[in-house]
């Protein structure tokens, strides 16, 4: 089988990022079910949490897309380098309804910056399997009315595989299938005091499954993702959030697809368009008051979505430099990503 050199160049090249750590979305944004308390969890978790793991999560989930096309082989060893930028901006109205009149108005604009070094390993158990270890270190600042400060710490490690079930073939749809864990290694934002630090995980186990699909259509590459993930239950916890202390939290199961084209300008150069979007169920909060009862309260179904335009130039057979730009389609969605990912091949 022969595949035009041009075509190759854009399977190759094809590095646009979200695990999605990346990537199941963690439940940051409490909606009020059980009266005021939980509207103060709401707002607590938000501004620990903000909405740096649904970009992981947007990541994780396309991470897989740009090496399907070709696993490496067995034996193999593949090491990755990915600078990432996500900026989140928020503006909330503040208001006091109480006395049937507004009173004390005020808007309040937060933002945060977060940095992401990424180091990733792949190895060829089988020429159709591979297994991956994801690092991240992660640098973030956050500048809000309660705090505003940089937290410096190692992210959620990801183990994973991806297993090939067929040969690729011409004029055929190849498909790759995927699991990951992603271990809350990270400062947990269920763990971290609101007005002292920064949550740098996702304070969660999750689980995710998928499948990647790709089509090449000279000199096009077609490709689509599709994947479920669930986390385990938080538990033993002990957070103070305005006079209720949260103990328990069962995240909700999620689910994320995404879809675009790589398309070769050059023997050196490609260009990438793609749409990922992540659905997180209702998560379960138990909170339990100063006389010890507990009482329950579920976040909002969170939705993010993510266009992202990319481009790569390939140094050398080895080497192919990729830049990402995302823009966020969605209240749950980073406003800004940027994405420099350098893959190395030993």
Known sequence: MKISPMLALAACSLFVQPAMAQEAASPATATATSGATAEAVRDALAKKEGDADNATLLKDTLTAVDKQYSLIRKGKIQLNYELGYAYI??????????????????????????FTNTLMMDYGVLNNLTANVTMPFISRYSDSATYSGVSNTIGDLSLGLRWQPAEVKRDEVAMTLTGAVRLATGTSPFKVDVDKGLATGSGVNTFNIGANMTKIVDPVALFGSFNLGYGLVARHLNQKLYGATLRELKPGASIGFGMGFAYALSYKITTSFSFQESIAARSTLSLMDANGKITKAQTQTQSAGILAIGAGYRVNPKTTVNVTVGAGLTAAAPNLTLTLSLPLML
């Open 89 to 114: 901006g928020q503006e909330k109205i503040n208001t006091d309804l109480s006395s049937g009149t507004a009173t004390l108005f005020s808007i309040e604009n937060s933002n945060s910056h977060t």
